[in-house]
């Protein structure tokens, strides 16, 4: 069924509304992913770009807990709540600028992805190298396009547009047309050689070292590596313009606004649930056992939506099941991930970088889930102190109030 988004939720994005006006459905579920991109997000922060994300580069051996821990992550967070996070900014572009029947809504809209440019680039450059914002900025303003179509024609072309990008980074080698002398070839290839992983080793102490020493150290390299991401993002602009358009075409269709049967939602858990077997086989060959398997990134990358979506579908079923109560301090977290992604960035660097903490290289990944634990619970405490107080969070009351070209009431009124 298609839903119908009334006047007042749209106005929500825009201006203040009492939070019964709210979609909860989709607060909860941007909650978790905010929450979620953290775990992932820690080892960027604990340690350089040549170095996170890559258990063969990681600083302390990959053996026992350390391998698991990073098993944990590259399962059950890796990817998975940035798509649930994309999808969503999908559906704010929708709750901003409507269906583009409104000239007004699309200005509001235009100059929203403006200033999110600015705060991305800001954060990228500033803060830590692995902002996500300017990159949903720019794809921002190819949806702006997309938002009136309808939901079939959104998912027709955002599933193939993903697919198309999954599969890219699945090898011919992998392919079962692909002759035996290639795929050992290819296979061989997934090894890497002992010297040049040491050399690369060396380098990346080099450039830990040199965020150690200093705060001007730290955004030395931070700057180096974030200019790196932008030369990179251009590749993943097709990609996230895909998951945008699945996740408005998901909430004009019912599902991520909590309003289809609980029948498409236990489907849709039965699907991921299949998908994260598959793709936690997949992960411990990699990153337990060192030993990938050929194509195995791009097979997971296209695994990847299914199983976020067999997380928003358990989290409306707990909400139908009468959690909403449980579940709103996930929800307060969710109303301002903005302020909770950029104060993310502030605490980790303020542990990890020179000039500051200066821990870089010296947390190993079962440490990182504990601080990744703890700043879980000051979000969701905080978030929740703070919105009984206050509209808004303090970044998302800045980013409207530039937006708007306007002071917006803060404070809950009396």
Request: hydrophobic fraction near 55%; include cysteine.
């Amino acid at each position: 069924m298609t839903i119908a988004i009334s006047p007042a939720v749209i106005a929500d994005a825009v201006e203040p509304v009492p939070s019964k006006l709210r979609i909860q459905a989709l607060d909860v579920i941007r909650g978790l992913a905010i929450l979620g991109i953290l775990a992932v997000n820690a080892d960027g922060f604990a340690a350089p770009q040549s170095a996170s994300l890559k258990p063969a580069m990681w600083l302390f051996p990959n053996v026992g807990w350390t391998a698991i821990s990073y098993w944990v992550m590259d399962t059950f967070f890796h990817e998975k709540f940035l798509t649930i996070f994309s999808m969503l900014f999908g559906v704010s572009l929708f709750l901003v600028g409507g269906d583009g029947t409104d000239p007004r809504k699309g200005r509001i809209l235009a100059r929203r992805l403006a200033v999110l440019l600015v705060f991305g680039l800001l954060h990228g450059f500033g803060i830590w190298w692995g902002d996500i914002l300017s990159l949903y900025a720019v794809t921002g303003f190819l949806m702006f396009f997309c938002r009136s179509w309808k939901p079939k024609l959104l998912m027709g072309i955002g599933v193939s547009l993903y697919a198309a990008m999954a599969l890219s980074a699945v090898p011919t080698a992998a392919y079962p047309f692909a002759p035996p002398s290639a795929r050992a070839e290819a296979g061989a290839a997934l090894i890497p050689d002992p010297k040049a992983l040491a050399d690369r080793k060396a380098k990346t102490l080099e450039r830990m070292v040199e965020a150690k020493a200093s705060w001007a150290g730290a955004y030395r390299l931070n700057t180096k590596e974030y200019l790196n991401l932008l030369s990179g993002n251009p590749w993943l602009i097709p990609q996230t313009l895909a998951l945008m358009m699945i996740g408005l075409s998901l909430f004009k269709s019912g599902f991520l606004a909590g309003k289809s049967s609980n029948r498409r939602y236990v489907v849709a858990i039965a699907a991921g649930a299949a998908a994260l077997v598959f793709v936690a086989c997949l992960a411990w060959q990699a990153d337990v056992l060192e030993r990938p398997v050929l194509g195995d990134k791009g097979l997971s990358l296209l695994l990847t939506p299914v199983v976020s979506l067999a997380y928003v579908g358990g989290l409306v079923l707990l909400l139908r099941s009468g959690a909403g109560k449980l579940l709103s301090p996930l929800a307060a977290a969710g109303r301002m991930a903005f302020t909770n992604y950029i104060t993310q960035s502030l605490i980790m660097t303020s542990i990890f970088y020179g000039g500051r903490g200066a821990l870089m290289g010296e947390v190993d990944r079962p440490g990182l889930w504990a601080l990744t634990a703890a700043v879980w619970l000051l979000q969701l405490v905080w978030s929740w102190l703070w919105l009984s107080r206050f509209e808004m969070g303090p970044l998302e009351w800045i980013w409207r109030c530039l937006t708007l070209g306007q002071l917006v009431p803060l404070r809950k009124p009396a």
